[in-house]
């Protein structure tokens, strides 16, 4: 933008590539069309006093192959967790300090860590109908059932005292115990996609986000666990703790 308050845009057109300016009003400015060959775009410019600096993206001579996607956690002091899915990949590894790979399993999930060191948590495979499950990952770098899962879209959960997550999914709000023993406990007809948090508070109230809704239910849930990580992402965004 300059002094005067023209803003410049660049953007292409029938003849080419054009850098247009806005005036304050809205209203079109001065425009330039800068050479360039068929196959170049404008990349980022500075508008300096006597004209432009410009980058051209032109031919791409390379390029990154495509890599899945996943979910990371804590998983201990000085250990990680890194989740891999899409592209053939649905596999989580641990890691420790120096990067070096201890473990793997082959499943994908929003795993938490209980004080004990067990990670578990439900999975989130892309496909629909589901075939996803909530799992323990076990020492042994084997998979351990848990319920059978419905739906997709999955909020972070979290873990109570006793080693109960509770999370949302599919239109319930479902808890899975120590013993990986799932119940419901609320249910409606809703398909809205969510990927927040669920938040344990005292009481064993659990709050969930639901686009423009904020939910709160009782439960018999018991407070949050006391170990370090007993959040979402295994408290790797800094969910938080308890005070």
């Known amino acids: 933008m300059t002094m005067d308050g023209t803003l410049w ?24 069309r800068p050479e360039c060959g068929a196959d170049e775009e404008i990349g980022a410019f500075v508008l300096l006093d006597d004209g432009f600096v410009i980058s051209w993206s032109g031919e791409t001579i390379s390029a990154t192959s495509p890599a899945p996607t996943g979910r990371k956690a804590i998983a201990g002091p000085g250990q990680f967790l890194i989740g891999s899915q899409g592209y053939g990949a649905f596999t989580t ?16 999930g929003a795993m938490l860590v209980d004080k004990n060191g067990s990670i578990s948590g439900p999975e989130l495979e892309n496909h ?17 059932d848990g319920p059978a899962l419905t739906g997709y879209y999955t909020s972070y959960p979290a873990m109570d005292c006793e080693g109960t997550m ?22 409606m007809d809703d398909s809205r996609a969510v990927i927040g948090r669920a938040l344990l508070l005292s009481g064993g109230s659990v709050v969930v986000s639901l686009d423009n809704e904020v939910l709160v239910f009782r439960t018999p849930l018991g407070p949050l666990a006391e170990g370090p990580w007993p959040c979402g992402g295994g408290n790797l965004r800094g969910n938080p703790l308890l005070s």
């Open 93 to 108: 590894g641990r890691f420790g300090r120096d990067g070096a790979e201890s473990a793997r399993w082959a499943g994908h």
């Open 128 to 144: 629909l109908p589901s075939r996803s499950r909530f799992r323990r990952l076990a020492s042994d770098n084997t998979l351990v």
């Open 166 to 187: 509770v999370f949302w999914r599919d239109g319930k709000l479902l808890a899975v115990d120590a013993d990986l023993a799932g119940r419901e406990l609320f249910a």
């Open 9 to 32: 845009v660049a953007y292409p057109d029938l003849d080419g590539r054009l850098l247009e300016g806005v005036l304050p009003d809205g209203s079109t400015g001065p425009t330039t």
